[in-house]
């Protein structure tokens, strides 16, 4: 947990009870849903924890989730938040963004008279990205195996896919095959290691040694074609290289600070794009022009090549989203430990067994 996060932590224990009050009051008007406190702060509003119950003759449902409200006369930006809950509702049945939840006995329904904005969401129990990361750099680690890696990358690729092209039901998948009308043009604009976090474990191979990684929180997000802004990047090409920035960190478990590097030539020929493109990817594969040595040479170096394209300095330069699924799927369903047998560690250190390990210390059981 960064400064950040622990005074948010403390300043959302010092909200004063009567402060909650008016909130409160609308739960205890239900006997589904249960009040169970503040859970922090945001820019737009404030999110809060609560208990869904419901009783039936034979069995008994219950769930935490979180509420995320928007209160005018407390300086919430209400307009914000119900931007916001229209997009998520747009982007329901997509497994990599954060569910919403409805309910046709709402507690808050009447708030509307108030000019309240809310938005109930699925609890996302295993933390943050951000926070996961700094749990392995507090656990000795220095980076993380390589396949672990690709499911992570793959994770982001797949909340890129649910943008550009929503599912219309939740028997939908994510693969962009079945795609061939223009993508939706959203950029979420916001895309960090706060804004991505684990849910629980999932079935499927991408997700069999890792859990699934959401993308939540969009609030600032906007949409932008390319017939808008011709000279701009679209939608997808901003989200490319936001994720490109944010696998760039992942890299190394950098926290403190979002990517940064110097432009340098990168040849893509490997991936059969232009053979040459400027991208910011000094960081991750050194700088030639004055000769510094590689600072992550047992890291994939294709996975590099891919992130730097996603960073490209030229939008225009960067992967199409389908192009991007089909290699980094193709790494996850396909490469093995062996394959990264002599860097150190070997083969076990790329094992399904030492990342259930890290997934189990660093996010199942750190919480």
């Not at 209160?71 to 997509?94: H, N, Q």
């Not at 680690?141 to 896919?161: E, G, V, Y």
């Amino acid at each position: 947990m960064n400064l950040s996060q622990r005074r948010r932590r403390r300043r959302a224990r010092r909200v004063p009870t009567d402060r909650l009050a008016p909130l409160k009051a609308f739960f205890d008007s239900s006997n589904k849903f249960h009040f169970r406190g503040l859970l922090g702060n945001g820019g737009q509003g404030s999110i809060y924890k609560i208990q869904y119950v419901e009783l039936n003759k034979n069995n008994s449902l219950s769930r935490r989730l979180v509420v995320k409200v928007a209160d005018p006369f407390r300086g919430s930006d209400v307009e914000g938040v119900t931007k916001e809950k229209m997009i998520l509702e747009a982007l329901r049945y997509c497994q990599h963004i954060v569910s919403t939840i409805d309910s046709p006995d709402d507690p808050l329904a009447s708030a509307q008279y108030l000019g309240w904005a809310w938005i109930f969401l699925e609890e996302m129990e295993n933390g943050t990205l951000t926070s996961f990361m700094q749990r392995a750099k507090g656990a000795g680690f220095a980076s993380l195996p390589n396949r672990m890696l690709w499911r992570i990358f793959l994770c982001m690729i797949r909340a890129c896919i649910d943008m550009a092209w929503p599912s219309s039901s939740s028997d939908s998948d994510e693969q962009t095959m079945q795609f061939l009308d223009e993508p939706t043009g959203l950029a979420h604009n916001d895309i960090h290691g706060g804004n991505l976090m684990f849910g629980p474990p999932a079935d499927g191979l991408e997700h069999a040694v890792s859990p699934i990684l959401k993308l939540l929180d969009f609030g600032i997000a906007q949409v932008i074609h390319s017939r808008d802004f011709a000279s701009a990047a679209t939608g997808e090409q901003r989200n490319i290289e936001d994720i490109g920035i944010m696998m760039a960190g992942v890299l190394t478990l950098q926290t403190d600070w979002k990517y940064t590097g110097a432009e340098i030539e990168v040849d893509l020929s490997r991936l059969g794009y232009s053979s040459v493109v400027l991208s910011p990817a000094s960081g991750i594969f050194g700088n030639p022009e004055y000769d510094e040595p590689d600072p992550l040479p047992y890291i994939d170096r294709d996975m590099r090549l891919i992130i730097a394209a996603c960073m490209a300095s030229n939008p225009q330069d960067r992967p199409e989203i389908f192009d991007l699924e089909r290699w980094i799927y193709s790494e996850v369903s396909n490469t093995q430990p062996a394959y990264y047998g002599i860097n150190p560690g070997g083969a076990t250190w790329e094992s399904n067994e030492t990342i259930y390990n890290i997934v189990q210390q660093c996010i199942f059981n750190a919480l």
